[in-house]
C-alpha cells in the first residue's frame, strides 16, 4: 500500500440510495491509502472550507453547481463527477437541460459514467468540455448488485423477511406528482386560477408541453398503482404488500391508503438491495429499481395500466425493457401467480442481455468503485497536490461560501421552501459512527485481506475514514 495521500471528499443527498455504496468507494481508497470524508452533501458545501485540500467527487453537474464548484476549485480542491440520475434518463435535450451546465463541466477534471450508454450521451453535449477524460469505470451502486457483494446484506435481509414474512414489494418513483414537498412536483397552483401554473422544481428545464404530458401520464400510472395496492392484499392472502416510496417523494399517501388495510407496510428504510433480495418479486413502472432487479436476478414487473410511448420508451425504456410488463390488472395478477409459484421466473434473454451491457458497465471483473480509485491514484501520481489556490482566491472563496449557506439557510425557513429541515432529516437522517464503522467492517471482511482502517468523526457531522494510523 502506498503512503496516505490527499482526501476524498465524498457527499452523500439521498442517504438510503447513497450511502453504502459511498461507503464501500472510501473503504477501497482507504486500502489505497487514500482518507476520505463522508458526509451529507448539502452540509459539506457549507462547510467546504473545513476541509483539507482534495478531491470532490460531485454526484451530478447542473447549473447548480456552477457557484459551488467555482469556490472549491479557488479553495484548492480538484472535482471529478458521475451523475446519479444518468442511467434511467430524460430524452438528450432535455436531459442536457436538466442535468448538464457548460460551466460546471469545465470544473470537472475527470468523468465517470455509469456505461457507453451515459458516456455517450455526455460526448454529445454541445458543453463538453473537449480534452478532459471520460471513463466508464461503472458506478459503486452498482457494485453493491453483484453477487459476491450480498453477503453484506445478510443480516439485513435476515431481519426484512423476519419482518415481513413473504412479500410483494411495491417501488414508486412518482416525486414528479407526489413530492415531499408540494413545490417538488411538476407543477404548483397558481395565485390566480385565470393564470398559468407555474413550474414545480420537477420541470425545471423541460418544455411546458413535455411537462404537461409527463404530469398526465405520471398521475395516471399512480393512480393505477394506488389501485393496484388493496387489490394486491385481496389476491395474494399468504404475502405481505410492502410498498417503498422514492426518496423524494410523500409517504403519508401511501400510508392513507395502508391505513385502511392489514397486510400493507409503508417503508423507506434502508438501501433497496436487502430489500430485492429478500422479496419474492417487486411491481415498478419505469423505475430504476427494475434494473436493479433485473441485474440480480429477481423477478420484476413494469405495471403499465397507463401507457404513453412517449415516456415508456422516451425516459423509462431502460426498466421496462429489462422487466416483464402487465399492460392491466389480469397481466399483473397472473405474471406474480407465477413468479410466486416458481413457473416464471426473472426476466431474461439476449436482447436483454445486449441493453444492459451497454448500459451498465463493471457488472464483472474490477468492481466499479476499484476502478474510479485506481484513476484517482494516477491522477495524484502525475500531480501530488489535489490543487493550488492562492491565499487571496482561497480568503474570497471562503467568504462567498459563508455569504452562500447563510443565504441557503434563510431559504430554508420558508414555509414554501422544498429544502425545509423536515426533507433534510428525510434524506439524510442522523447516523452514529458505530452504524458506520459496522457497515465498513462488513465490507473489508468481503473485499479480504483487510487493510486495518480508522474512522474518525470530524465536526460532529462527517466521518473521516483513513488507512490505520499505524499504516501511514
Request: glycine residues 6%; contains cysteine.
Amino acid at each position: 500500500m502506498t503512503a496516505q495521500k490527499f482526501a476524498l471528499l465524498i457527499p452523500v443527498e439521498n442517504q438510503v440510495r447513497e450511502l453504502d455504496a459511498k461507503l464501500l468507494l472510501a473503504c477501497v481508497a482507504a486500502r489505497q491509502g487514500f482518507r476520505s470524508f463522508v458526509g451529507f452533501r448539502r452540509e459539506m458545501h457549507f462547510n467546504i472550507d473545513a476541509f483539507p485540500s482534495g478531491i470532490y467527487i460531485s454526484k451530478s453537474m447542473t447549473r447548480a453547481s456552477d457557484m459551488m464548484f467555482a469556490i472549491m476549485q479557488d479553495l484548492g480542491h480538484k472535482v471529478v463527477a458521475w451523475d446519479e440520475e444518468a442511467l434511467v434518463h430524460l430524452p438528450d435535450e432535455t436531459y442536457y437541460s436538466r442535468r448538464l451546465s457548460t460551466e460546471a463541466m469545465k470544473r470537472v477534471a475527470h468523468f465517470f459514467a455509469w456505461g457507453e450508454d451515459s458516456a455517450e450521451l455526455w460526448r454529445q453535449y454541445s458543453g463538453y468540455p473537449q480534452g478532459t477524460p471520460m471513463h466508464v469505470t461503472g458506478n459503486p451502486r452498482c457494485d453493491l448488485l453483484r453477487p459476491e457483494m450480498h453477503p453484506y446484506y445478510d443480516a439485513d435481509v435476515r431481519k426484512i423477511r423476519d419482518d415481513f414474512g413473504r412479500f410483494i414489494l411495491i417501488n414508486t418513483n412518482f416525486n414528479h406528482v407526489n413530492g415531499f414537498s408540494t413545490v417538488q412536483n411538476l407543477f404548483l397552483a397558481p395565485k390566480n386560477p385565470t393564470e398559468a401554473r407555474p413550474f414545480g422544481r420537477a420541470a425545471l428545464g423541460m418544455s411546458r408541453d413535455y411537462a404537461e404530458g409527463l404530469e398526465a401520464f405520471k398521475q395516471g400510472v399512480f393512480e393505477s398503482i394506488k389501485d393496484a395496492i388493496p387489490k394486491l392484499e385481496a389476491a395474494f392472502p399468504a404475502h405481505t404488500i410492502v410498498v417503498r416510496p422514492h426518496p423524494t417523494e410523500n409517504p403519508d399517501t401511501y400510508r392513507q391508503i395502508a391505513n385502511g388495510l392489514t397486510r400493507v407496510r409503508v417503508t423507506n428504510e434502508g438501501n433497496v438491495v436487502p430489500w430485492l433480495l429478500a422479496t419474492d418479486v417487486v411491481i415498478h413502472n419505469g423505475c430504476t429499481t427494475g434494473v436493479e432487479a433485473y441485474v440480480m436476478g429477481v423477478p420484476s414487473i413494469s405495471y403499465r395500466a397507463h401507457v404513453d410511448e412517449r415516456y415508456d420508451y422516451g425516459f423509462y425504456k431502460l426498466p421496462n425493457l429489462v422487466s416483464h410488463q402487465a399492460m392491466n390488472w389480469e397481466q399483473l395478477a397472473n405474471l406474480i401467480h407465477g413468479i410466486t409459484a416458481g413457473t416464471v421466473g426473472p426476466a431474461d434473454g439476449e436482447e436483454r442481455r445486449e441493453v444492459i451491457d451497454r448500459y451498465l458497465a463493471a457488472r464483472t471483473g474490477q468492481l466499479a468503485c476499484e476502478r474510479i480509485v485506481d484513476i484517482l491514484d494516477a491522477t495524484a501520481q502525475e500531480n501530488p497536490g489535489a490543487g493550488a489556490a492562492t491565499s487571496p482566491r482561497r480568503v474570497k472563496a471562503r467568504l462567498l461560501n459563508h455569504a452562500r449557506a447563510m443565504v441557503k439557510r434563510l431559504k430554508a425557513m420558508n414555509p414554501q421552501s422544498h429544502n425545509k429541515s423536515a426533507f433534510q432529516r428525510h434524506r439524510y437522517p442522523a447516523l452514529a459512527i458505530e452504524d458506520v464503522c459496522q457497515r465498513l467492517s462488513r465490507f473489508q471482511d468481503l473485499l479480504g485481506n483487510p487493510v486495518p482502517i480508522d474512522v474518525d468523526s470530524y465536526r460532529g457531522q462527517f466521518f473521516q475514514i483513513s488507512p490505520s494510523a499505524e499504516l501511514r
